[in-house]
């Protein structure tokens, strides 16, 4: 056999392999399930051979991987760069393998469509006959005697389906035969790529859960179709759900690939392992089926302290124990009797055997009156009991009380209520005698107190209280502890507190606090006798802020640079700062608190001054420098500048605004007199002055060229008249220059 026709039959060799691979591997698998066989778990594209004695899992020609989990195409076409197929080529790869053609006008030397480079086959260059285009694109030429034939490649045809023609003045295109899209296989799908030319091999495999013994391959054929493939796809059939001992299925759907049945234990009996669902596998055998089901058994049963068990000795489900309490004890719960349950335990139970309890949620009612529950298993005997009450006063170390009394009674839930004083310490012991003859005991303590210990509590002037005082006669003397805490919310550091007592045998008695201004307090006062208290709450007026640490300055010419200083909180909180301009005669009729805010603008304006600027507390840094007149807004109000010639006074106010009371302070902070212009406005004047003189010179030049012109073609006596001109002209111009100086003087600087 040549070289080449065993390279031929070489993917023959590896579709048989495929074949028969997982027939043979299924044949070990059935022989022997306890020895892991390699040959089984071979990939689908891959072959089991001996090596040394073990079983190896080799990918096919044209397949890499390792085998077993993967075997993928290799794409020949990739190696060397298109080079394996030689020169002048085109290289198709195929599923498991590939084919070269010739690049057009060029053709293969085996003058065959398509050629595997394993028999020396190479493209050679198309006769001149050929590259003249006669025949067209995918066509040879073929001489005759005497004339030519054209014929079309392999893999190609005329559209009528002929091979050969002879062309006639007009190029034939010969169309390429291919076999289209393969056929599709119900439960089945396609493995890797393929080509639609002839000769190209499309190789499927059964969906999951379907297998089959019969052909897998389909090819391409040189009349445009596909061979049609034997495949064919059953589905796998676990048959009957295999039985799990004391245990029985709920639940079955089918037995195909992936149905489910789902076990449960029988009556009595728990899951102890294992999964309760099994299910159907590619390979037809139920997964899952290990559930394993034991007898359910709850053992002994507890125990429960002072009670006697009545049992069977039976543990197995519903099992029942019941239980009985001793003599001397009686039962408090549910009921009396537990069962073996699900969980493989006894159900819990609240049953609890107590002994004979004589007081039991014991509490005081009504100030002076007691109850309590009498938990016996003797019920309606009567039972005595003995009240031994001691009493005391802490403010009347003479008084005292020592009583005894007994009370029988036979309900389960006696009451009592005592004779006691008001505004006295009891401690009252109850004793009685229980069935077993033994003595049990109770003592508790009981405060009573007197009615209206405060009553009409009134705030009057802000810092004074007063109440009505109605306890034990008029001439018993009362004393009280007054605990005083003051906060401000605008000054976290700020405490004040005080601590007095106060002892009175008036009916109404008042006291008056010593309280800072602009504070919230709480006033804590407590009746020592009765060990009562009341809290009060009273909040204390804000007044005037401190008076403004000013730094007075008078001023002569200019406005000065004023420093603010920053006011501290000891009164009230501080809201704003506010400077007020004053024509300097309004400085000894201003009042601090009754000045209207008025703006620049107003109609009031020249009279009775304004408010030039406003800061919020919170906006102002201490020393922080105040310009006059810089013509800015602040808050609301306009810092206009000062008018020339006149005399002002600077007021600064500090306002305190608080639980809808404002109050205020005021200092004079400068004085202004002879106020001159600035800077500023001398330089403005200066040049408006020489502009005006720099007018004058014009218009004198200009009369006086007008003049000498005149003069040269008018009489003497014109001339004379002209020179009056002239000099009445300057002379108004030299008056011009006075009025102009003299309204400069008189304008305000704005």
Not at 380 to 394: A, E, K
Not at 714 to 725: D, H, K, N, Q
Request: charged share 20%.
């Amino acid at each position: 056999m040549s070289p080449g026709g065993g390279r031929a039959l070489g993917p023959l060799v590896a579709v048989l392999a495929l074949v028969l691979a997982p027939c043979a591997g299924r044949r070990r698998a059935i022989v022997n399930r306890s020895v892991p066989d390699v040959c089984a778990t071979c990939h689908i594209h891959a072959t089991c051979h001996q090596i040394e004695g073990k079983s190896v899992c080799i990918c096919n020609y044209g397949f890499v991987g390792n085998g077993r989990t993967h075997c993928q195409d290799k794409d020949e076409c990739q190696i060397g760069a298109n080079k394996i197929c030689g020169n002048h080529t085109l290289c198709h790869n195929t599923h498991g393998s590939f084919y070269c053609v010739c690049l057009d006008g060029y053709r293969a030397s085996n003058n065959n469509k398509t050629f595997i480079p394993n028999d020396g086959t190479n493209c050679t260059d198309i006769d001149e006959c050929e590259e003249s285009g006669l025949c067209g694109h995918n066509a040879r030429c073929v001489n005759t005697e005497g004339s030519y034939k054209c014929y079309c490649n392999d893999g190609y045809k005329l559209e009528n389906g002929a091979h050969s023609f002879h062309p006639d003045g007009n190029k034939v295109s010969c169309q390429e035969i291919r076999c289209g899209s393969p056929p599709e296989m119900e439960h089945g799908y396609i493995v890797g790529n393929y080509s639609s030319v002839p000769g190209s091999t499309v190789h499927y495999e059964c969906e999951e859960g379907f297998y089959s013994d019969e052909g897998k391959f389909s090819y391409c054929t040189a009349n445009e179709a596909w061979e049609p493939a034997t495949l064919r796809c059953k589905g796998v059939d676990c048959g009957v759900p295999p039985s799990i001992l004391n245990a029985r299925p709920t639940s079955t759907s089918k037995t195909t690939y992936g149905s489910k049945v789902t076990y449960s234990c029988v009556h009595g009996y728990f899951i102890a392992s294992g999964n309760q669902t099994a299910v159907c596998n590619a390979k037809g055998q139920w997964d899952g089926a290990d559930l394993v089901c034991k007898e359910i058994d709850c053992g002994r049963p507890l125990l429960i302290p002072h009670a006697q068990i009545i049992w069977d000795n039976s543990t197995t489900l519903w099992s029942r124990v019941y239980y009985q309490c001793k003599e001397g004890y009686y039962f408090d719960g549910d009921r009396n009797f537990s069962e073996c349950t699900m969980d493989q335990e006894w159900e819990n139970i609240t049953y609890v055997c107590k002994e004979e309890e004589l007081f039991s949620n014991f509490s005081i009612f009504n100030e002076t009156c007691m109850k309590w529950q009498r938990k016996t298993g003797r019920r309606g005997v009567q039972g005595t009991y003995t009240f031994h009450i001691l009493g005391q006063r802490w403010d009347e170390k003479t008084f005292s009380e020592d009583v005894i009394l007994n009370v029988t009674t036979s309900e389960d839930n006696p009451k009592v209520c005592l004779d006691l004083n008001s505004g006295s310490n009891y401690v009252v012991n109850i004793t009685t005698i229980s069935s077993t003859n033994i003595s049990v005991s109770v003592t508790v303590a009981v405060q009573t107190k007197v009615k209206e210990a405060f009553n009409n509590v009134l705030i009057f002037n802000d810092t004074c209280l007063k109440w009505w005082r109605n306890i034990r006669g008029a001439d018993t003397e009362d004393r009280y502890s007054f605990h005083v805490q003051g906060q401000r919310w605008y000054q976290k550091e700020f405490l004040h507190e005080m601590t007095f007592n106060l002892t009175t045998h008036k009916q109404a008695p008042e006291v008056c606090f010593d309280l800072q201004p602009g504070t919230n307090y709480s006033v804590n006062i407590s009746m020592v006798a009765l060990n009562f208290s009341l809290m009060v709450s009273m909040t204390t007026q804000i007044t005037d802020p401190p008076f403004p640490d000013v730094e007075f300055v008078a001023a002569k010419g200019s406005p000065p640079l004023l420093r603010l200083r920053k006011a501290e909180d000891r009164n009230g909180p501080i809201s704003l700062y506010q400077v007020i301009v004053l024509p300097l005669g309004l400085q000894s009729t201003f009042i601090c608190d009754s000045f209207a805010a008025a703006t620049f603008f107003s109609n009031t304006t020249d009279t009775k001054g304004y408010v030039a600027a406003e800061f919020q507390a919170k906006d102002v840094a201490d020393n922080m420098p105040v310009a006059l007149g810089d013509r800015h807004y602040y808050g609301k109000f306009y810092n206009a500048p000062l008018k020339l010639g006149n005399e002002y006074c600077v007021f600064l106010r500090i306002i305190s605004e608080w639980n809808k009371v404002r109050t205020q302070s005021c200092a004079v902070w400068a004085q202004i007199k002879n106020l001159s212009p600035t800077l500023q406005y001398m330089t403005a004047v200066v040049f408006g002055s020489l502009a005006a003189v720099c007018l004058i010179l014009f218009l004198s030049f200009s009369a006086a060229r007008s003049y000498l012109h005149s003069a040269v073609h008018s009489p003497p006596a014109a001339l004379a008249c002209e020179g009056v001109r002239l000099s009445a002209t300057m002379g108004m111009t030299q008056a011009g220059i006075a009025s102009s100086s003299l309204e400069t003087e008189n304008v305000s600087l704005l």
